[in-house]
């Protein structure tokens, strides 16, 4: 098991500066805030807050691109049914769409601002189990193992002269290689975890990471709470 894990490098920038775990509880109150959002005009601002912060944080536009097509995507079931099911099903969809940019474009402030690792510190210090930091730090480690695995596998099969068509070949031989990538999944798995107990895990969650509180990050923080309360103030009073 390869332990080198590369994370891309962090722009400089007025938000990637701010403490990790000021940070990560501002986004979190900020999101909580856009999930409960019930107006067009409060999602539109929800989701210029975002824009501002990503801004801020320096996030290239290509990136904010992408991960808005994303979203748009695997929103639009829901963007196109409910004009047609329901009365004000216009509205909501706009606003649902409006609320699900902003809430991807706070996740995208917390992926490309910091370290993903930082992060992960950050939620263990501020209380979260350190079992389920250490699972979703784990499922973000391997999740690029297994998606260049399968890319190994697809490799393989074009060697053999597998080309893909719309027939009952193609579904067995994409099921087969998903059994594959299911089971080194597993196999790799047993390996990490015997890995683990051999260097005394425990499931406490350690880690070395710098953290120091400067007034800079308790404003940022005051200003987060300061947003979302106001946001949901003008979303009930509309």
């Not at 210029?48 to 320096?58: E, K």
Request: charged share 15%.
């Amino acid at each position: 098991m390869s332990l080198a894990f590369h994370e891309r490098p962090i722009r400089p920038s007025q938000v990637s500066r701010w403490d990790a775990r000021w940070k990560l509880a501002g986004i979190l109150i900020l999101g909580f805030a856009f999930a409960s959002l019930e107006r067009i005009e409060t999602s539109g601002a929800a989701l210029g807050i975002a824009v501002v912060l990503l801004i801020l944080g320096r996030v290239s536009v290509y990136c904010i691109a992408v991960r808005a097509g994303l979203i748009l995507f695997a929103t639009s079931p829901a963007l196109i049914l409910l004009p047609l099911t329901s009365p004000n099903g216009t509205q909501l969809a706009i606003t649902l769409g409006l609320r699900a940019l902003a809430i991807g474009g706070l996740g995208l402030v917390l992926l490309r601002t910091d370290f993903v690792s930082h992060t992960f510190a950050a939620a263990a210090r501020l209380g979260m189990p350190g079992v389920l930091v250490q699972i979703a730090q784990l499922a973000h480690r391997y999740a690029a193992l297994f998606q260049k695995e399968f890319t190994y596998i697809q490799v393989a099969l074009r060697l053999r002269g597998f080309a893909p068509r719309t027939d009952a070949h193609t579904f067995r031989t994409t099921g087969q290689a998903l059994g594959t990538l299911f089971v080194k999944g597993i196999d790799r798995s047993e390996h990490v975890a015997e890995a683990m107990r051999a260097r005394g895990f425990d499931g406490q969650y350690r880690t070395l990471e710098p953290f120091r509180t400067r007034i800079a990050d308790v404003l940022g923080f005051a200003g987060t709470i300061v947003i979302a309360s106001a946001l949901i103030v003008w979303d009930r009073l509309l």
